[in-house]
Nanobody
Framework: QVQLVESGGGLVPAGGSLRLSCKVQ????????MAWYRQRPGAEREWVAR???????YYADFVEGRFTISRDNAKDTVDLQMTSLKDNDSAVYYCNKLPPWTSYWGQGTQVSVSS
């Protein structure tokens, strides 16, 4: 059974930075496209960033160059470095493959940005 364990969230001031990490247990991420998603209060879950099995990276338009996604296949981890955080980046952040394992969402990690 696959488990997704996200960590690294917290409360930061606007303009601050956070590094989120995701550990995938029960599966190897080698050869799998991985992504970070987020769900803001009252909104649908949305895609934030993705990294292909070949390490090509893509970002949602709202990222505007502020985030960097990376992966370590040996450790089955996917990270998201976030800088210049804005108050509307406040959300619960999740990692999953792309397309997602619909049965295997983790608990997510809360990011709160204070303005």
């Amino acid at each position: 059974q696959v488990q997704l364990v996200e960590s690294g969230g917290g409360l930061v001031p606007a303009g601050g930075s956070l590094r989120l990490s995701c550990k995938v247990q029960g599966a190897s991420i080698s050869g799998i496209h991985m992504a970070w998603y987020r769900q803001r209060p009252g909104a649908e879950r949305e895609w934030v960033a993705r990294i292909s099995s070949g390490r090509n990276t893509y970002y949602a338009d709202f990222v505007e160059g502020r985030f960097t996604i990376s992966r370590d296949n040996a450790k089955d981890t996917v990270d998201l470095q976030m800088t210049s955080l804005k108050d509307n980046d406040s959300a619960v952040y999740y990692c999953n493959k792309l397309p997602p394992w619909t049965s295997y969402w983790g608990q997510g990690t809360q990011v709160s940005v204070s303005s």
